[in-house]
Nanobody
Framework: QVQLVESGGGLVQAGGALRLSCAAS????????RGWFRQAPGKEREFVAA????????YYADSVKGRFTISRDSAKNTVYLQMNSLKPEDTAVYYC????????????????WGQGTQVTVSS
C-alpha cells in the first residue's frame, strides 16, 4: 500500500524551530515531486513548499520563504521541512503530498496525501 506518513509536529514557542518528516512507503515515490501544505482552523489548505524528485529544485510560499527549508533524503525516501523562526500564524496541521507535476501549488494537483501532523506555535 502506498502511503505518506508525517511526523515531527508538536508545540513550540514563537521563535523556535521544528523539523517535520514525511516518509514514503513505496519506492515509486522516488520519482514524485513532493510538497508540504498546511491548514489552519477555519481556513483552506495552503501550499507551503515543494521539492523536485531529484532534490535539485525547490520553491516556497512567500509567507515562509527564508524561514522554512524543504529537503529530501532519497536513500530514505523521506522529505523534510525544517521550520525556523516560527510564528503563531504558522499554527496548522501540516500535510505532505506527492505529485508528478512541477510548480504545483494547488491541492488538486497532488495525488497522494499523508494524514497530517499538528504544529502549534505559542506566543
Amino acid at each position: 500500500q502506498v502511503q505518506l506518513v508525517e511526523s515531527g509536529g508538536g508545540l513550540v514557542q514563537a521563535g523556535g524551530a521544528l523539523r517535520l518528516s514525511c516518509a514514503a512507503s513505496a519506492r515509486a515515490f522516488s520519482r514524485y515531486n513532493r510538497g508540504w501544505f498546511r491548514q489552519a482552523p477555519g481556513k483552506e489548505r495552503e501550499f507551503v513548499a515543494a521539492i523536485r524528485w531529484s532534490g535539485l529544485s525547490t520553491y516556497y510560499a512567500d509567507s515562509v520563504k527564508g524561514r522554512f527549508t524543504i529537503s529530501r533524503d532519497s536513500a530514505k525516501n523521506t522529505v523534510y521541512l525544517q521550520m525556523n523562526s516560527l510564528k503563531p500564524e504558522d499554527t496548522a496541521v501540516y500535510y505532505c503530498a506527492a505529485t508528478t507535476r512541477w510548480l504545483s501549488v494547488a491541492t488538486d494537483e497532488y495525488v497522494y496525501w499523508g494524514q497530517g501532523t499538528q504544529v502549534t506555535v505559542s506566543s
